[in-house]
C-alpha cells in the first residue's frame, strides 16, 4: 500500500514549518516480543492520515531495538526508531553503556538524552547530557533532549531559569547548523508519571523559555526551527489542547504509549 511505505514523510505543519512529532518513550517496559506485538498492533490501528502531518517516533529499551528495526524495514511502517539514551564514548572500556554509533547501525533516527530520570536517578548532568546531544548529532540522529523543572523549583518560581540552564548547556557551544536539528522535549518533572499534567498555558511558557534559550546564542531564525515536545502525563484526553498551543510541535509520552490503543488514540486525538 503506497501511502504507508516507509518513504511516507509527514509534512511541517503550515503555521510554522515544523513538523510534529509524537514519541513513544516505553522506560523500561516490554521484553522484544511484547514490543513487536505492540507496533504491530499500533501500525494496524493508526490510519494513512495519521502519518500525513505527524512523524511518530516509537523509543523501545535497547533490548528491543533490533526486533523493532527489522519489524518496521520489512512490513515498511512508516514508524521512526528512537532510542532512551546513549553514552556520549564512541567505544571502550564503559560496561552496561551503548554508544550512540551502535545506535545509528540500527537504523535508529531519535535518542532521548537527559530525561530527567536519568538525571536523577542516574546522576546525569548538564555536562554529560550535551555530550550525548552532540554525539547524537555526530552520527546523523537526532538527540530529543528532555530539560524541566522539578514541583520545589517551580514553587520557587525558578522555572524558566532552570529550562534556560539545561538549554544553555546543550547549545551554547553548538555550531547553529547542528542547533537547529535538536528536538527539545519539556517535561516538568512533577506531571512524568503522576497523572497531573501541566497546564497547556505552562507548557507553553516552558516551550517559550526553551525558544529563548537557544535564540539568545544563535537568533531568532535557528530557534525559530527548533522543534519542541511537551511531555508528562499526556494521554487521549488532553493531547490535543497541548498540539492546539502554536508553540507546541508534539509530544513525549511515557505511560500512554505503552499500549496501541491508548497510544493510537493521543496520535489520533
Ligand atoms: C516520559 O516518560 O517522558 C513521560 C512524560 O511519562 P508519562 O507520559 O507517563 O508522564
Not at 518513550?25 to 516490554?30: A, V
Not at 502554536?246 to 510541535?249: A, L, T, V
Given at each position: 500500500m503506497a501511502a504507508r511505505s516507509r518513504d511516507v514523510v509527514a509534512k511541517p505543519n503550515p503555521r510554522n514549518g515544523r513538523c510534529r512529532l509524537i514519541s513513544g518513550?516505553?522506560?523500561?517496559?516490554?521484553n522484544h516480543l511484547e514490543a513487536i506485538s505492540l507496533v504491530q498492533k499500533l501500525h494496524y490501528s493508526l490510519r494513512d492520515s495519521d502519518y500525513q502531518f505527524t512523524e511518530i517516533s516509537v523509543h523501545p529499551p535497547f533490548t528491543a531495538l533490533r526486533s523493532i528495526q527489522l519489524l518496521l524495514e520489512t512490513d515498511r511502517i512508516p514508524i521512526s526508531l528512537g532510542a532512551q539514551n546513549c553514552y556520549f564514548?564512541?567505544?571502550?572500556?564503559?560496561?552496561g553503556e551503548v554508544s550512540a554509533s551502535m545506535l545509528s547501525k540500527l537504523g535508529v533516527k531519535y535518542v532521548i538524552v537527559g530525561h530527567s530520570e536519568r538525571r536523577d536517578?542516574?546522576?546525569?548532568s548538564d555536562e554529560d547530557v550535551a555530550m550525548k546531544a552532540n554525539a547524537v548529532l555526530g552520527l546523523q540522529m537526532t538527540p530529543i533532549v528532555c530539560v524541566g523543572e522539578s514541583l520545589s523549583q517551580r514553587e520557587r518560581f525558578e522555572t524558566e531559569g532552570v529550562i534556560q540552564s539545561q538549554v544553555d548547556a546543550v547549545v551554547a557551544a553548538m555550531s547553529s547548523e547542528l542547533c537547529e536539528q535538536l528536538v527539545f522535549a519539556y517535561e516538568p518533572k512533577w506531571a512524568i508519571g503522576s497523572g497531573v499534567p501541566a497546564e497547556p498555558a505552562d507548557a507553553v511558557v516552558g516551550a517559550n523559555a526553551v525558544r529563548s534559550a537557544i535564540a539568545k546564542h544563535h537568533g531568532e531564525d535557528v530557534s525559530s526551527k527548533v522543534r519542541i515536545q511537551y511531555g508528562g502525563s499526556v494521554n487521549s484526553a488532553n493531547a490535543k489542547e497541548f498540539l492546539d498551543q502554536?508553540?507546541?510541535?508534539g509530544l513525549l509520552v511515557g505511560?500512554?504509549?505503552?499500549t496501541a490503543e491508548a497510544f493510537t488514540a493521543v496520535i489520533q486525538a
Open positions: 518513550n516505553w522506560k523500561m517496559n516490554l564514548e564512541g567505544s571502550g572500556a564503559y560496561t536517578i542516574f546522576g546525569e502554536g508553540e507546541i510541535d505511560g500512554a504509549s505503552l
